[in-house]
Nanobody, 124 residues
Framework: QVQLVESGGKLVQAGGSLRLSCAAS????????MGWFRQTPEKERKFVAG????????VYADSVKGRFTVSRDNAKNTVYLQMNSLKSADTAIYYC?????????????????WGQGTQVTVSS
């Protein structure tokens, strides 16, 4: 059974940093892209960042470019999201997901497996 477990979310002050982790189990995903999405109660889930199967290529939403960095460790079947210069607008539940493809896309339909999410709250 495939399981994705996110961790690292918490309350942080604006301008601070957080590192989210997402550990996958049940099978290896070294040939799949992985991604991060986020959702607030008022809005639909939106793409944040994605990384291709090897970690050699990444893609970001405009709202996080220059502040967030996605990375992966295939030996640990884990993907990370380093978030710097956090803003109140970054407050959301963050989800990791495994793509059906080796290259990361920005659409939810690209992703086959999802974690349960981790809450990030940025206080201003």
């Amino acid at each position: 059974q495939v399981q994705l477990v996110e961790s690292g979310g918490k309350l942080v002050q604006a301008g601070g940093s957080l590192r989210l982790s997402c550990a996958a189990s049940g099978r290896t995903f070294s040939t799949n892209a992985m991604g991060w999405f986020r959702q607030t109660p008022e809005k639909e889930r939106k793409f944040v960042a994605g990384i291709n199967w090897s970690g050699g290529s990444t893609v970001y939403a405009d709202s996080v470019k220059g502040r967030f960095t996605v990375s992966r460790d295939n030996a640990k079947n884990t993907v990370y999201l380093q978030m710097n210069s956090l803003k109140s607008a970054d407050t959301a539940i963050y989800y990791c997901a495994v793509s059906r493809q080796p290259v990361a896309g920005s659409g939810e339909y690209d992703y086959a497996y999802w974690g349960q999410g981790t809450q990030v709250t940025v206080s201003s």
